[in-house]
């Protein structure tokens, strides 16, 4: 081979060796710059499909986006027939909602279902349809509640996509809205038993659903002793020795006990009656699964009994107290758990 | 005296207290607050939402009277009340004038006349204390006042014996009533 036959395959071999690192670079570069692949799954016109994902499936990704959200925003939600959500956001936080359902056989004769929820509006005498009727600064329960139905709907009709738009001016300055972990709560409370996302068991009940209470606790009720002892991360056995020395260093402050697992003491139809009460405490969600919580509820009516739940990691324990003893039960409760060994 | 004044006083002048937050029961809704640094306005939310449902219809649902149990655990509440609360306001019923009250809630918690109000309510997980009282004028308004737990049950034992976690609870507590009944 010639002289120049050499230099030029040498300058072929460069050549191929700085295109190799330039494909290299782009190819990082590309990496770098590239959208994260499941919430930023690009589609034509600006929308970006959400996926599903724990605990509650899409909506909680719709929530991500609006807690994702800080600046001024209409956050448009697309589901496949035609439903659509318009979300007005701003600081993380949720100030309207309108949600344009479609027309859905569940609504009634199938009309297009909208439904429009200012959260948190500035007084306002011109719109007395809005559920807020300028009474309120903040989402109520009620309002909340309309939420999740509007979220839930929307999300059973299949995958969403959302379109992040300038804000439509719809909102005033002076409103709150409602922040993503209110919503977040809803949801779980209205989460259907089995639902996406949910493990099994730790579901609401039907009275816990209708009510729109926040914990999505599992049905105590209906578990058996060693499902909830499976539960309590293998150390079940510490809980009842803890509730146990709670209720003896209560002394006459209790007048009845009652334990999930069935102990009782005290007297005999008052304990009874508690557990009555301590079904009805598992049931609305008070008792998430898993949790050391103690709560104690003083009746308006000074002939009645305050009644103390606590909970430790596999029992629940309900106690009808002496009247005026609940701050030395709460204070006896805190002194158990700073000494869990004792 | 301000209302917000006094909620700033009633949190400076309690050891470990993280916020307080007045609201209204029948609207779910936080009227005024003060809290320490770092707290977001989501926890505040949060914290009246829970008094909502301890304080409100779920709450007196859980007490509801037995039927045939006879004792004063579930026994019908006095005419009157008590707490200055009026027991038909607490229920959600019209005022004994016969006005529309304010105070009206849900009309299935007004109906059941089975329904045992609640006054207060003490929790304590891993959120930390929660006091929530209810009271003012129309028997509607919420104070809710959230203790961090690592403060409030301190592991120096002699300091925080149970004795000295009563009085400081009975201490917050009478502090609360006389925000809700506006002393200043």
Redesign the interface.
Known sequence: MSERGRNLRVGIEQHDEAEKHHAEIAQFLAQLTAHPPVRNRATPNRQRQLEAAPPLGLPTALLAEVDATVMARCLVFFAPGGASLHAEVSNR?LLHFKADLGDRPGTRGGSKASRDLAIGAAPSSADHTSPTEG????????D?SRLAAAIEDLCRSGPLTVESRPPTGVVSAESAG?????LR?ALAARAPPGGEGHAPGHRMNDAARS?G??WAGPDATELSPPQRTHQANGTGSEAPRALSRFVHALGPRARAWRLLTGRSGG?P??A??LE??LE??CS?G?APPG???????????????P?FFGQTIDDVLAV?LQNGS???A??????C???PDA | MSLSTQLEQLKERTPGCRSVVFGDLS?????RSVAAPGV???VH??AL??A???LG???A????P?PG??????????AD???G?P?SL?MGGAPPDGRAGHGQTAPEEADDPTE???????????GG?RLMYRGGEQGDDMLVVTLA?EE??V?D?EAA??????AA??RI?DACRAVLAGDE
């Open positions: 936080r009474v309120l600064t903040s989402a109520g329960i009620a909340v409602v922040g993503v972990a209110v709560q009510s209470t926040i007297e139809v008052m009874d009656a009555q009460m009805e405490w609305l008070f949790e050391t919580h103690a709560t104690v509820l003083t009746p308006v009516a000074s002939n009645t009994a009644v009808a609940e701050e030395g709460i204070a006896l409760w805190l002194d758990l700073a000494s | 609207a779910g809704t936080v009227l977001r306005q989501e939310d949060r939402f829970e909502c449902l301890l219809a779920e709450g649902s859980i007490l509801a037995v149990a006879g004792l004063d655990i579930s026994a019908a509440a006095s009340g008590a707490a609360t027991r607490a045992e109000p609640i006054a207060r309510a003490i929790r304590v997980d891993a204390v737990t409030f049950a592991p034992r014996s149970p004795a000295a976690r009563e609870l009975h507590g």
